[in-house]
């Protein structure tokens, strides 16, 4: 876990409820839940539009997640050591 200070951005692991909504689009992965013929809508059986209503809320849900996390408070820890302190070398 990583601590936040002021005007940073966080790198590793944040915890957030809106992350929750990802569980959504992986709900395809359950074949069973949608494996059936019937009801077709405009003559396209039951499995392939449901697959298709899916592609959409995974978007959908990617795309609120995304809006409503990218400005969580986040640290960074830099060195404060500039280019020439950093090298190792030696000047002849």
Known sequence: ????????????FQFSAWNLLL?????ILVTPLFNFDGP???GMPFFYW???VFVFAGVLCTGIV????????T??????LGVDDLDE????
């Open 66 to 73: 995304y809006w409503a996390t990218r400005k969580k408070p």
């Open 75 to 80: 640290s960074e820890t830099r060195d404060q």
């Open 23 to 27: 569980i959504i689009p992986l709900l």
């Open 40 to 42: 077709r809508l405009i």
């Open 1 to 12: 876990m990583s601590t936040a200070k002021p005007g940073r951005r966080v790198r590793g």
């Open 50 to 52: 449901f697959q298709l």
């Open 89 to 92: 070398g030696e000047t002849r």
